[in-house]
């Protein structure tokens, strides 16, 4: 198996400015999520939701055994996938190949269907946009959690 993880500051910013769907309707198909993150159902602001939620990501990370899998830093991405998740798959990238996989990591997965605009790195404008309030949701239901699984996987 293989994960990529992001900042938690910067996938909160990232959900609440542009809700998925799961998140948009708290009462739809996607409301169990919020169980396993939350079981008594108690999130003061959408802030502590999506940071609770961040924790039971890591949490559940925390369980798959550390030997099959790697944990693969958002920030690593694209050249993580030709040095880190082929070997761990024991698959060959040759240099056509890994082009291809580069000039593909330029477009933004986030574009409309037939459309293919550059990808922009906003790591940096999403932690300057980042509230006091979910700071301080991430510090206390994120934060533990995603050193715990960091330090499983000896990053």
């Keep these: ?9 910067e996938v909160g910013v990232s959900l609440l400015s542009q809700p998925p769907g799961w998140l948009r309707d708290p009462a ?25 939620l961040y924790g039971a990501f890591c949490e559940a990370a925390g369980g798959l055994d550390a ?25 060959l990238i040759d ?16 574009a409309p269907i037939g459309k293919s605009p550059e990808f922009l790195q906003d790591s940096a404008l999403k932690q300057a946009s980042a ?10 239901f994120a934060g533990r959690q995603l050193e715990r699984l960091r330090k499983l996987h000896g990053l």
């Design 1 to 9: 198996w293989v994960l990529s993880y992001r900042d938690p500051v």
């Design 28 to 52: 739809g198909p996607a409301s169990h999520l919020g169980r396993f993150a939350d079981p008594a159902d108690t999130p003061e602001s959408s802030e502590e939701y999506v940071a609770r």
């Design 67 to 91: 030997r099959r899998g790697k944990l693969v830093p958002y920030d690593a991405l694209p050249a993580a996938v030709w040095e880190i998740v082929a070997p761990h798959f024991s698959l």
């Design 95 to 110: 240099n056509g190949l890994r082009h291809r996989m580069a000039v593909a990591a330029r477009t933004s997965s986030k």
């Design 131 to 140: 509230s006091t309030g979910l700071r301080q949701a991430i510090d206390s």
